[in-house]
């Protein structure tokens, strides 16, 4: 195998917009490879060059100068951190320069399938990172230091994690060939798609793992081995591609759950301080969780460091801190982000078994010393009163050393029902805007899908809210007026508004597809407004043919025979133009 860093042109590998069916095929043995992967990196650390791109696999794979360089400082522990022997953690960057939105010909497929909160990235990449730090007395530093990086678009933190600790022990010893079979392997898996139990082969194990789609129930099973299938060796199953072990993370903010639930919801500025990267970039991606099924629509990292391209964009204090979560470890940005509302700083993890030392909430004014102690720093009060009967029974948990899993579960579902609690009545409202259907007929343009007005929602609550499907009490209200405000409002707006919009060009394009006097309609219609209706027509096929609309084949096929009747009632002349040969 080539160790180039990726200098070539980059492969089509299946993509949208290839050169040539030629250029297409010899793409194809990497389609299913990018299904789940951009490529693999080795990160090395140089004695001149300090941390390096020692491999990039496939080696035509084009990453720019910028992303080569972010990976590198992503790939390593800050030299604060310490991280001896193996961790593993994960980061997030902005795609580059012409590789913004580089679709894959399937990614239409597996998004419209997908929750909302696990669709592919379309402009950042998911670094998944297994670090290696041994003392080597061979090695002129004394240290063997090298992480192996997956590059991916896909937020499966626990697949990945778990494909690279079978990996990376397994690459440190053989090096290079080792990594080209795994890759090979990976190539021959089936592409993701939402709903379905896949087994993927890598080194002699099977992985078993379910994708999430957005019609499975929010408890949904483990996946489970079809009875059909004899696997040698039997797979490992893993329960979820994506979640963390909520509880876990979050158990030294426990009491702060809610606190930091309103603080995600409204999409505030939060810096995560924690002693290394694995448990930074853990409680980062535990944080943005605790939102689903609603997308987290601002910018977050779950390790960033001084050395990111966006460090300058992220600390100014010419301009109020950006709407992202920033997970950091080097002390030096408590003094940098001290102008930050929010400031979470968490110590090393506790003995198992121990009860919790709870972080306090402390004001941001207390931020003075780099040796700053665990808290929540905030001046932020919370809307929502404290669920104090969940805190008791978690905390009781411990004390009875009752299973994680059961833990993590109690606490995933406090924050999912909160969450369906606050967007149900905003759902509600949202369809109450949609005309009746009655009111869409053929040879009209449908009605529009009504404003949103915040008022009449807020008033719609006293009959209609939360406090229907959730017993804690508080200032509902102020958290929707803020929400309002907050990029999650208006990323949860848009795309309702667009689903809707799609459901209303479908019904529309229904309505003109059974209707039957398509003759009568065209007898006191210049010949402008029934080349105008075909144009439209083929316009709408277009959308529902490209999967953008809802609309079953036999109504397309009705659609096509209008389109044919149209025509043929037109002069000669139009019809050539309309139907060139």
Not at 113 to 142: I, N, T
Not at 395 to 402: D, E, N, S, V
Not at 530 to 537: A, E, F, M, N, Y
Request: aromatic share 10%.
């Amino acid at each position: 195998m080539d160790p180039l860093s990726g200098a070539g042109p980059r492969r089509a590998r299946g993509r949208l917009g290839a050169a040539s069916p030629g250029a297409r095929a010899a793409a194809a043995p990497w389609a299913r490879f990018s299904a789940w992967l951009e490529c693999v990196c080795v990160v090395t650390f140089d004695l001149e060059l300090g941390q390096a791109l020692e491999l990039v696999y496939p080696s035509d794979f084009r990453l720019t100068d910028k992303e080569k360089s972010s990976i590198c400082y992503l790939s390593f522990p800050d030299s604060h951190s310490g991280c001896l022997g193996d961790t593993q953690f994960s980061f997030r960057i902005r795609q580059c320069g012409r590789q913004k939105s580089p679709w894959h010909a399937e990614d239409w497929h597996y998004n419209s399938g997908a929750p909302v909160s696990l669709q592919r990235e379309p402009a950042h990449y998911f670094g998944y990172v297994y670090f290696r730090q041994v003392k080597d007395s061979s090695v002129k530093r004394g240290y063997f230091q090298k992480s192996l990086v997956l590059v991916s678009r896909l937020p499966f933190v626990r697949l990945f994690q778990a494909l690279l600790s079978l990996i990376a022990p397994e690459y440190f010893d053989k090096l290079a060939p080792c990594l080209e079979a795994v890759c090979s392997e990976i190539d021959q898996w089936p592409a993701p798609m939402p709903g379905q139990t896949l087994n993927l082969p890598v080194m002699g194990v099977v992985l078993q793992v379910h994708v999430p789609s957005r019609v499975d129930r929010p408890e949904h099973s483990p996946p489970k081995q079809c009875s059909h299938e004899n696997l040698l060796p039997a797979p490992v199953v893993l329960t979820s591609v994506h979640e963390l072990d909520l509880f876990r993370c979050f158990q030294p903010v426990l009491t702060h759950v809610q606190t930091l639930w309103e603080l995600m919801l409204l999409g505030e500025p939060l810096v995560v301080l924690a002693p290394s990267p694995a448990m930074s970039s853990e409680m980062v991606l535990a944080l943005i969780s605790c939102l689903q099924p609603l997308k987290f629509c601002c910018d977050y990292r779950p390790y960033f460091t001084i050395h990111d391209s966006e460090f300058k964009e992220f600390t100014t204090r010419t301009q109020a801190p950006p709407n992202v979560v920033l997970g950091v470890t080097n002390p030096f940005f408590i003094k940098t982000l001290q102008h930050w509302p929010h400031i979470l700083r968490v110590g090393e993890p506790k003995m198992s078994g121990d009860l919790p030392k709870q972080v306090k909430l402390k004001k941001p004014s207390r931020l003075k010393t780099l040796d700053t102690k665990p808290g929540l720093y905030t001046t932020y009060s919370a809307h929502l009163h404290r669920d104090k009967a969940l805190l008791k029974r978690l905390l009781k948990g411990l004390q009875k050393k009752r299973p994680w899993d059961t833990q993590t579960a109690l606490l995933r579902r406090h924050l999912l029902e909160l969450t369906q609690s606050f967007i149900i009545p905003l759902e509600h409202y949202m369809a109450s805007l949609m005309p009746l259907q009655k009111s869409i007929t053929p040879w009209k343009t449908p009605p529009q899908i009504r404003p949103f007005r915040q008022d009449d929602f807020l008033r719609s609550l006293e009959h209609a809210g939360p406090q229907l499907t959730c017993i804690l009490k508080g200032d509902w209200l102020g958290l929707y007026r803020r929400f309002f405000k907050s990029p999650h409002f208006d990323g949860w707006y848009r795309q309702r508004h667009k689903e809707m919009a799609q459901k209303l060009e479908a019904l529309h394009l229904e309505a003109i597809c059974e209707a039957q006097n398509i003759e009568t309609w065209m007898k006191d219609k210049s010949e402008v407004e029934v080349v105008d209706l075909v144009l439209k027509l083929r316009e709408k096929l277009v959308q529902a043919q490209g999967h953008q609309l809802p609309v079953k084949e036999a109504a397309l096929q009705r659609a096509q025979l209008h389109i044919e009747t149209v025509i043929g009632s037109l002069p000669k002349d139009l019809q050539a133009v309309l139907c060139p040969p």
